[in-house]
């Protein structure tokens, strides 16, 4: 969330300001301004639901008469949210009563996901609740951390007590417990950390949680649930009970490991497992099934199930969070990537790579076809050898993959794009599909030249220059203009000049997964820049595998300046003798000294005779350049360098 200016409530501003997350699918968040919100799907869907709670975000003057408990707008400090059941959660508030004095409290709760609160700020001293905590193997049990120091509920907050002895008088910014080892720790405002150590009987700690399998379903459909039951507690529990509720409009069907089940959604209907143990730190899953009744009206848009629930002969009891099932459409599909970009050669072709996913609940097949575009598409099995009209028949939520394969007629101008739209048609429903837009560029040379400056400065003319004196014709990608840069473009080019200037730190993090791809294609990378490789940005898989430099990440060869590098006898440098470097044109001397590794050779040392570049040749080529090419000579030597650099990577 944001607001233009101060926050209404006085707040430095109206962002986020608190989480809150526990059992299920749930997400709370507490803002600056005082707002709560609560997602019931925000950890599983793409687009979630969020939902205003406890008229929050409002000063409270214009309430009146009302029997319900109102949050305060100040604030929003901290969110706890039970590890089973998302509907039990507190929130804590910054501030004081006195700025929303018809609004008064500091901690609340609520035990059904925020229709409505309490306010269980009881004996508290009106300061600022800063951190809060539920004890997840005594629920009522409750530690917040305050402007004033630590308090604890063992009652639900019905009643507050000081936390511990000896501890100061300062704010706690974040209070937190690790139930395994049962030690709680505070950290302040200025006077450090603080530990607090259970020295009581181990005990269990449940927390128990439930996922359908995912799979689209609807009537006549089996419904594959999973519960699991977590010991998070540092004692073993035994003689746990899991209990479940046959959802309505369902019926029993099986269950693993000794699962019993009675009746159906209508009549009652429970499946329940007995006498099973679970060590500490330990967990067990169970499954049941069951079916959708055939029957299922229209009206009907999910499966709820809910009130599941464990316990163990230690005295442990928990109740898990609700699982909503939704009622899939019979036929449904789904085409991934929705978009993707590529380039090919004129007179070749690239291939694709779609996915199709059955979104309903009948197993179906799909035909394939295209529109749009000026460049032929045309459809291949998954291996892109064998031509394919139509997908095999998918069951319910299952997945396969088809080639696209476009072809760019010869004579077709550089540059040149075409869209096709490839499109998945339902044989079950013909009046249902899914599509994709797939772009592809047609190139007419070999090398890309990517700008990953930054303008900063804009040092894009030296590449320019030296490529085109030095008889390479090149596209450009301008990384600061259009940062997505599409590894099928990147494979069309045998050749890819690609310089970072003064980015930092670590530019070419972002495409390294690219990078590996292109380089694993057979393709040739010139990578230039300073400060490429400082801190861990010289650690990656990616530099050490790909650009063969071991780096071992401290200051030991990072920024080491040079005002000239030199020629390394027997590489594709020989006889180019001591080459000065500019350090006027990037305005820093931020060059590295490197360590090649594998095969890859030195092939320019600096005045210290350290390695500061390297050349590759393997399955593809690197030639790596730990300073910037733009200060590297004259124009002249710029030229014969690119020239040197494109002859090793044509031989």
């Known amino acids: 969330m944001s607001c233009t200016g101060p926050a209404p409530n006085g707040a430095r501003n109206c962002t986020l300001s608190a989480i809150g997350i526990g059992g299920g699918t749930a997400v709370y968040t507490g803002s600056n301004d005082g707002f709560v919100y609560i997602s019931p799907d925000a950890q599983a869907s793409l687009n979630p639901t969020w939902i205003r709670l406890g008229n929050s975000g409002e000063n409270g003057n214009g309430d009146g008469e009302h029997s319900e408990v109102r949050l305060p707008q100040r604030p929003v400090a901290s969110i706890a949210v039970d590890r089973s059941n998302y509907r039990v959660a507190y929130v804590a508030y910054d501030g004081f009563n006195a700025a929303t004095p018809k609004r008064p409290g500091h901690v609340f709760k609520t035990t059904d996901g925020g229709q409505s609160f309490s306010d269980i700020s009881s004996n508290l001293p009106d300061t600022p609740v800063n951190s809060i905590v539920i004890d997840p193997t005594y629920p009522n049990t409750l530690y917040i951390g305050t402007d004033v120091g630590p308090f604890v509920s063992y009652n639900g907050g019905h009643r507050w007590f000081n936390l511990g002895t000896g501890f100061p008088i300062v704010a706690i910014d974040q209070i937190d417990l690790d139930p395994y080892h049962r030690l709680l720790v505070a950290g302040t405002h200025g006077r450090g950390a603080f530990r607090l150590q259970d020295t009581s009987t181990a005990v269990p700690s449940l927390v128990i949680s439930k996922n359908d399998a995912g799979v689209p379903v609807g009537p006549g459909s089996k419904i594959d649930y999973t519960l699991t039951v977590r010991n998070i507690g540092n004692a073993n529990a035994t003689g746990v009970a899991i209990t479940d509720p046959i959802p309505a409009n369902t019926s029993f069907v099986s269950a693993d490991q000794g699962g019993v089940g009675r009746g159906d959604g209508e009549d009652g209907g429970r499946v329940m497992w007995a006498g099973k143990s679970i060590p500490a730190g330990g967990s067990i899953s169970v499954h049941f099934e069951v079916r959708i009744s055939a ?34 459409p019979p036929f449904a599909v789904a085409v991934s990537p929705a978009s993707q970009t590529g380039g090919a050669h004129s007179g070749g072709s690239q291939t694709y790579t779609i996915s199709l996913k059955n979104l309903g609940y009948k197993t179906d097949s799909f035909n394939l076809s295209s529109s749009g575009g000026t460049f032929a598409a045309g459809f291949l099995d998954s291996t892109c050898t064998s031509p394919q009209a139509a997908t095999p028949a998918l069951i319910a939520g299952a997945t396969t993959n088809v080639c696209v394969k476009v072809s760019v007629p010869g004579g077709t101008a550089d540059g040149t794009t075409s869209t096709s739209n490839v499109i998945a048609t339902s044989a079950g429903s013909p009046t249902v599909s899914g599509s994709g837009a797939i772009t592809t560029i047609a190139v007419t040379v070999d090398t890309l030249l990517v700008d990953e400056d930054g303008n900063g400065p804009d040092t894009n003319s030296f590449y320019v220059a030296a490529l085109t004196t030095a008889g390479v014709g090149f596209d450009l990608w301008d990384l600061n203009a259009k940062p997505d840069l599409p590894v099928k473009y990147m494979e069309a080019f045998k050749h890819i000049v690609w310089f970072t200037g003064n980015s930092f730190p670590g530019p070419i993090g972002p495409y390294e997964r690219s990078l590996t791809a292109y380089l694993n294609s057979g393709g040739h990378l010139l990578l230039s820049g300073q400060d490429l490789l400082d801190q861990a940005a010289g650690t990656t898989a990616f530099v050490h595998d790909f650009l063969h430099v071991t780096w071992d990440g401290s200051e030991t060869q990072n920024d080491r300046p040079s005002v000239s590098v030199h020629a390394v006898a027997g590489t594709l440098t020989a006889g180019v003798g001591t080459v000065p470097l500019n350090t006027a044109v990037l305005g820093n001397d931020f060059m590295d000294q490197i360590t090649p590794n594998g095969t890859a050779a030195a092939i320019l040392t600096d005045d210290a005779g350290q390695p500061d570049a390297l050349s590759f040749s393997g399955g593809y080529k690197v030639v790596f350049l730990a300073f910037g090419f733009e200060e590297y000579g004259t124009a002249a030597q710029k030229v014969d360098l690119i020239a040197r650099v494109f002859t090793f990577f044509n031989s």
């Open 295 to 328: 029957q299922l009206s229209s009206a009907t848009k999910s499966i709820l199930n809910d009130g599941f629930r464990a316990s163990d002969a230690q005295g442990q009891r928990v109740t898990g969070s609700p699982t909503v099932t939704p009622i899939a």
